[in-house]
């Protein structure tokens, strides 16, 4: 039967638990990636679309990942197999574990260089690179980065031995400590710049619109997927993340409040970001459909234009940065900790191999903006864009369904009534759209999607 404690280490607290399940939702995917899809998906309806998936789907996938993580105790994969087995289930539920885990690995693998240009960013802006830049200055300083193979190469590189060096240390040590000053600064710095938009681009309403008018007539099921994808990532969801972090999480703690806690804060990273990035896309005569580059052109322009800005920009890149490391620790933290279990390898070890893999994975997204530019693998996408949008639109939303067939219809209901206990009030939401809504609402949108292409 379910274990009290994992025996990879557990959270001091409820408080831990939330910080770390922020650390890891609360990354990329808000600063960089919600406002270059926002944008290039048309704004407003497509934010609508998203916030719908995060309350609807999100939070009940997430109360279902942090459940199963808990009465499982174990990584991903072992504890969907053994709480199968204990529900009388199949064993082959943990084919959900295995594909979380590589869900974890192709994620990781693009998400590493991204997170390697923020680190060149860090330096950049330090350096007064953007001094009083225009908009070409900062186009150009940017294409000119990421079209150089060798120094993205080298920065993406240096972020998995960062996250190799701090997975390796272990829950706890290594993490607690980073998301406890991390999150609050993180917060502070991104309202001061949606002051500052809101006071010095003289295009604030017009961001804001863009943002939360609400134009259905420009939604095609192909945004919807997209919407619904980037709700998933946002909240690090259907890959078994916050499963592995729910296995360190106390027992006797609401797990609905919990769940709704971390999608607020990453929700209101994500609406902030897209405050910050379009007054200053608008101001500056920019495309909102600019793509990856997005927040790599605008951000530096506001830093560039405003007065601290070389110190402040540079310590928000290291913020995005440091985000970006907690999301990264829990991609491989399914993966690590069933190479743990199972070979019996120490967490360094472990650590290593995966990172060796997502490495050897992420050369060919790494390429993608310089020596591969030319080579598309489906359509007109690269690596990696192919690699984000396999992983985001259809792995993890995938993952989503099962996951949640899972805790709504298979899991024993002595373990579900036993976890859930704190939550009464909410539980029989919770099962409802569990069981029904969640299922059912991203088949639909797969269908969909399908059906009009
Ligand atoms: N949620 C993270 C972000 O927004 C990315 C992530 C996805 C992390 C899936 C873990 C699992 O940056």
Redesign the pocket.
């Known amino acids: 039967m379910a274990a009290t404690d994992s025996i990879h280490g557990m959270w001091s607290s409820r408080l831990m638990f939330i910080l770390a399940a922020a650390g890891?939702?609360?990354?990329?995917?808000?600063i960089w990636r919600f406002p270059y899809v926002a944008g290039e998906n048309g704004g407003g309806a497509f934010v609508l679309v998203y916030l719908a998936c995060i309350f609807l789907i999100g939070i009940p996938i997430m109360a279902s990942e942090i459940l199963i993580g808990r009465a499982g105790r174990q990584s991903p994969i072992n504890a969907m197999r053994s709480l199968a087995m204990d529900s009388g289930a199949s064993s082959g539920w943990q084919v959900v574990g295995w594909m979380g885990a590589l869900a974890g690995f192709m994620?990781l693998s693009f998400?590493a260089v991204i997170a390697g240009w923020v680190l060149s960013y860090v330096i950049l802006l330090g350096s007064g690179a953007f001094v009083g830049a225009d908009a070409d200055l900062a186009n150009n300083t940017f294409q000119g980065f990421v079209g150089n193979a060798w120094s993205v190469l080298g920065w993406f590189t240096g972020f998995i031995v960062l996250t190799v060096f701090i997975t390796a240390r272990g829950v706890g040590r290594g993490l607690e400590t980073t998301v406890k000053y991390l999150m609050p600064t993180l917060f502070v710095l991104l309202i001061v710049l949606v002051i500052y938009a809101a006071v010095t681009s003289g295009h604030f309403t017009e961001g804001v619109l863009f943002l939360f008018s609400f134009e259905f007539e420009r939604l095609t099921w192909g945004s919807v997927l997209i919407a619904m994808g980037q709700a998933f990532?946002?909240?690090?969801l259907g890959?078994g993340?916050i499963m592995a972090y729910g296995a360190y999480m106390p027992k006797n703690t609401s797990i609905i409040g919990t769940a709704t806690t971390i999608a607020l804060m990453d929700t209101g990273v994500a609406l902030m970001s897209g405050l910050v990035i379009f007054p200053l896309v608008f101001a500056n005569g920019l495309e909102s459909s600019a793509g990856p580059g997005l927040m790599f052109v605008t951000l530096p322009l506001a830093f560039g234009q405003m007065a601290g800005g070389q110190f402040f920009g540079c310590i928000f890149f290291i913020l995005v940065a440091f985000a970006a490391i907690t999301?990264a620790i829990?991609?491989v933290e399914p993966a690590v900790a069933w190479i743990v279990e199972k070979l019996e390898a120490t967490r360094v070890v472990a650590a290593l191999l995966v990172g060796a893999l997502v490495w050897l994975l992420g050369l060919g997204s790494a390429f993608s903006t310089n020596i591969l530019s030319d080579v598309f693998i489906v359509g007109e996408m690269t690596f990696f864009d192919t690699m984000d949008y396999v992983t985001n639109n259809i792995v993890l939303p995938l993952g989503g369904i099962f996951i949640a067939l899972f805790a709504g219809w298979v899991l024993d209901s002595k373990i579900r009534d036993e976890e859930m206990k704190g939550d009464l009030p909410y539980y029989p939401i919770w099962r409802f759209l569990t069981r029904f809504v969640a299922p059912v609402a991203v088949s639909i949108v797969f269908v969909m999607t399908f059906l009009q292409n």
Do not use: E
């Not at 990532?233 to 690090?236: D, G, K, M, V």
């Open positions: 890891s939702a609360v990354g990329l995917g808000n994620i998400y990532f946002t909240l690090s890959m993340a999301s829990s991609l």
